[in-house]
């Protein structure tokens, strides 16, 4: 079925493009609040402040990279530069699979899991400020509800009903 075309000025008026333009804005501004705050109390970006979660949550704080850049949604270029400043700070270590040399691991360091601990009261401790100010308990489970509907893996299925 041939695509149908639609006037530009008509699109941005529907409610799915509303809807799509107020989620990239939130997204944006909120990235940039977040990066900035933890960037200037913690000397983490908000991907090496995602990367160290993921892997303090992962079975022996190890994943491996690939799994990590799907995680965090990163290119394998990306979450090599990341995972390369990580290392450089000591928060994050490579190593290798006994069992297949060419499987690389990110393994977060005592350091690493330390750092996490202390940024993570200062990043929850916005989120709640912020989006308890905004929203209602009720409203934040509809939200939670709502966003939880749109597909989590860009190359998963497309949104069921």
């Known amino acids: ?13 529907t409610p799915e493009v509303q809807a799509w333009a107020q989620l990239l804005r939130a997204h944006s501004a909120l990235t940039r609040r977040f990066s900035t705050e933890l960037l200037t109390m913690h000397g983490l970006t908000l991907n ?12 022996g704080r190890r994943l491996r990279r690939v799994d990590l850049a799907e995680s965090v949604l990163l290119t394998p270029s990306g979450i090599t530069r990341l995972l390369d400043g990580l290392e450089r700070a000591g928060y994050v270590s490579r190593s290798t699979s006994e069992q297949d ?8 360091t005592d ?11 200062t990043h929850v401790g916005s989120i709640r400020e912020l ?5 209602s308990s ?11 509907r749109l597909p989590a893996d860009p190359g998963g299925p497309e949104c069921e009903p």
């Open 111 to 121: 350091e690493g899991y330390e750092k996490l601990r202390r940024a993570a009261p």
């Open 101 to 108: 040399a060419r499987v690389s691991y990110a393994v977060l």
């Open 48 to 59: 090496g402040y995602e990367v160290l979660l993921h892997l303090a949550h992962s079975p």
């Open 138 to 148: 009720d409203e934040l489970e509809m939200l939670a509800e709502l966003l939880g």
């Open 1 to 13: 079925m041939p695509a149908q075309r639609v006037e530009p000025r008509v699109a941005r008026e």
């Open 131 to 135: 989006f308890g100010q905004v929203f």
